[in-house]
């Protein structure tokens, strides 16, 4: 079963505008990472956010984290067409089973030109 | 350096059929994981491997689907008698530890089952 939930399930903007994605959780987590996939096909690490942080950025990404809402975001700003692709988000429990990644069922995103 | 590599890309099997599929990690990754990933949804995690043993497979859906890494490098998935609910793609990962580290993913192995 899986745990996470990301909001929309799907998400269309121009390019050049922002995107944001939203994702929620059930436990307890030690990190929250971001993948994105392109053609159902392997999946790419975007950004991992530690259960101590709160905010994180890499390039046009920004992802925030709050434990207390059991809640992440996933902020793309000034997209571009090769935004377009699947988003996901994945956490890792504490304790037994804290290596396995639980992933939502994901955010497709279109950008278009 | 060399991602994740899996072999096959594609593969077309019939119901009943026997199928391997293959996972190359990255050097020096002694963490290695399958999932498996239905149309429209996330992946679901099968197995985990901690250099050559099995630490968790608690996600292998039956007793038709078995793993090796018998050298704590390469791993192999076997699915036995095939359904055509194991259509999937399979996806393979690895981290340079367990637990709390970045899982790169290979491309994947689309399996159909006729």
């Known amino acids: 079963s899986q745990q996470g939930e990301e909001d929309p399930q799907a998400l269309s903007i121009q390019e050049g505008e922002n995107a944001t994605m939203n994702c929620s959780y059930k436990t307890s987590i030690n990190n929250l990472q971001w993948y994105r996939q392109n053609s159902g096909r392997g999946l790419v690490h975007l950004i991992l956010?530690?259960?101590?942080?709160r905010e994180k950025h890499s390039g046009r990404l920004r992802v925030t984290l709050d434990t207390s809402k059991k809640s992440s975001s996933l902020l793309i700003t000034a997209s571009r067409a090769a935004d377009t692709a699947s988003y996901f988000c994945?956490?890792?429990?504490?304790?037994?089973?804290?290596?396995?990644?639980?992933f939502g069922q994901g955010t497709r995103l279109t950008i278009n030109p | 350096g060399a991602g994740v590599s899996q072999t096959p890309s594609n593969k077309v099997t019939e119901k009943g059929k026997y199928v391997e599929l293959r996972c190359d990690p990255i050097?020096?990754?002694?963490?290695l994981y399958w999932y498996r990933q239905s149309l429209g949804q996330g992946p679901e995690f099968l197995i985990y491997f901690q250099g050559t043993g099995a630490a968790d497979d608690s996600g292998l859906p039956n007793d038709r689907f078995f793993a090796v890494r018998p050298e704590g490098s390469v791993s192999t998935l076997k699915i036995q008698r095939t359904e055509r609910g194991d259509s999937a793609v399979y996806l393979c990962?690895?981290?340079?530890?367990?637990?709390?580290?970045?899982?790169?993913f290979g491309p994947g192995t689309r399996l159909l089952v006729l």
């Open positions: 050097s020096g990754h002694t963490a």
């Open positions: 994945a956490t890792d429990g504490r304790g037994q089973g804290a290596q396995k990644l639980v």
């Open positions: 990962a690895s981290s340079f530890g367990g637990a709390r580290e970045t899982q790169y």
């Open positions: 956010i530690r259960s101590n942080e």
